[in-house]
């Protein structure tokens, strides 16, 4: 390792791709320094502070409500209990606490250098801190090092409209208070409609508005218009092809006034209509790092930006936003720069058949392409679906209903998407996920032997193809 400069690898952000370069790159025996503007609270990033972990739980919370109605079918008597939106936050807030202390613990324990700085690039081996002084005046640090990591996450972006001042975004809306009884949300991405679910199932009259003709572009169209018809069911008031036009405080609460004269009336209104890199101030532009129209930072397939010594992971570089996407690529550009672990080779990072989940309710699961991707990858496509309701919604008194479906590249047999929506669906397509990355056809699956009584067996035991369109 150089000893010419103060570091070898001086990461910038401690979210969960930064905080496993660190750790992993000071494990290899590299001497690393992390900045984290938030400080330790800060540490673990989006995913564990206002993004997977937090929404995860409140999921939890939400399941809760529609559970104790359903539980009556089963035998269990006795008024419905009430939430208490305090209690849930204030569990919520200790349980991040405990994981930003075991994020420091991991990072200190393992070596590295811990800053509860802002970050600043100064050239191609030069970082400037912001911090602030033992009497609470601002500091300012100066440091070297051999190769330096952007992984400094993306923010919430909101378009600029006449009462942009009134809403929030998913950082905020952990801590909202008071709970919002009505409650606008607009937006059409997972995150927007995981909200919409959420704050349904805890008890909000919820408004889902979106400009597109359907939530959830990108995923398989069926799916799409499936997961958005049971949300409906569940309770949430989506309103399609519906933008914003302006946003106004009344005496009633905030009215929202949408394209085409509708107008709904909120508590709270969560925009989630999209992210943006978070690059401002990086100082990236004067040391000649290219970005993309987004603000992204450009990377080569070694996650290397056109300035050698400079690398970006995750969400910055505007890729795949998701928590294992960023930890995967930092575990290869530790390989790349520190070597692989002992007795084992170098990490290679694949983008193609990552799984993924929407924890809407019901929550969607799917590895692979949608219906649509693959008929324009693979020419003929033979497809299986199966929908049904679910063993439990015989008693629940719930109309629920689960949908399974599997895309077939017909030339190879080889089952190239798998997609679900339904209860536990992460769960479920995740041990999937590793068949279709092995290749798996669709004879292996014909042959393989379901677990039963489960929604999952479908997956296997699906025998007749959908007729072709005609
Ligand atoms: P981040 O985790 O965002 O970390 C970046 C860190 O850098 C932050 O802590 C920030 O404070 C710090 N920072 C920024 N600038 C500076 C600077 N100049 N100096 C010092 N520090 C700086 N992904 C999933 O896989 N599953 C999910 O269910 C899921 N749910 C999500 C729900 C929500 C509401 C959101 C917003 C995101 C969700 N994600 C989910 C996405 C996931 O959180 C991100 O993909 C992941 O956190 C990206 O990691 P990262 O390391 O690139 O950045």
Request: proline residues 4%; contains cysteine.
């Amino acid at each position: 390792m150089s000893a010419s400069f103060d570091f070898d690898l001086f990461v910038i952000g401690g979210g969960s791709g930064g905080v496993r370069a660190a750790r992993i790159a000071a494990q290899r025996g590299a001497r690393v320094a992390l900045a984290e503007v938030l400080g330790n609270d800060g540490l673990g990033g989006t995913c564990v502070n206002v993004g997977c972990i937090p929404k995860k739980l409140y999921s939890f919370a939400a399941h809760y409500g529609e559970a104790f109605g359903e539980s009556h079918g089963f035998g269990w008597e006795g008024d419905r209990p009430t939430f208490n939106w305090a209690t849930l936050k204030a569990n919520r807030a200790r349980e991040i606490t405990r994981l930003n202390g075991i994020y420091g613990n991991l990072l200190r324990g393992s070596g590295v250098t811990v800053f509860e700085a802002f970050a600043r690039v100064t050239g191609a081996h030069g970082i400037a801190l912001s911090t602030l002084n033992a009497d609470g005046s601002p500091g300012h640090q100066e440091f070297t090092a051999k190769h330096i990591l952007i992984a400094t996450g993306g923010t919430p972006h909101v378009p600029h409209f006449v009462g942009r001042e009134h809403v929030i975004t998913s950082n905020e809306i952990f801590d909202l208070e008071p709970f919002p009884q009505r409650l606008v949300v607009v937006g059409g991405g997972y995150i927007a409609s995981e909200f919409a679910s959420i704050f349904n199932g805890l008890g909000s009259k919820v408004t889902q508005l979106y400009r597109g003709d359907q939530i959830l572009r990108g995923f398989d169209d069926e799916i799409r218009h499936f997961v958005a018809a049971e949300m409906v069911k569940a309770g949430v008031d989506l309103h399609l092809n519906a933008g914003v036009v302006d946003i106004r405080q009344t005496d009633q609460g905030l009215r929202v006034e949408c394209e085409g004269g509708a107008r709904v009336m909120a508590d709270a209104v969560l925009y989630a209509t999209g992210r943006v890199p978070n690059v401002a101030d990086l100082g990236l532009d004067a040391v000649g790092v290219a970005l993309g129209a987004k603000g992204e930072v450009i990377v080569n397939e070694h996650y290397q930006t056109n300035v050698p010594s400079i690398f970006a992971l995750g969400d910055v570089t505007n890729r795949l936003q998701l928590t294992p996407v960023a930890l995967g690529e930092a575990m290869v550009v530790v390989d790349q720069l520190f070597g692989p672990a002992a007795g084992k080779a170098p990490r290679s990072m694949a983008y193609e058949f990552v799984p993924t989940a929407v924890f809407t309710h019901p929550s969607i699961g799917t590895v692979g392409y949608s219906e649509e991707k693959a008929r324009e990858k693979f020419g003929e496509v033979t497809i299986f679906r199966s929908e049904f309701k679910a063993l439990k919604h015989t008693l629940s008194g719930s109309t629920e209903r689960t949908l399974m479906k599997l895309v077939v590249d017909t030339k190879s047999d080889r089952v190239v998407g798998l997609h679900m929506v339904g209860a536990e669906a992460g769960e479920i397509v995740q041990g999937f996920a590793v068949a279709l990355k092995a290749g798996a056809t669709k004879a292996v699956f014909d042959s393989t032997i379901g677990i039963h009584p489960t929604a999952a067996e479908e997956f296997v035991t699906m025998r007749e193809p959908r007729a072709a369109p005609q």
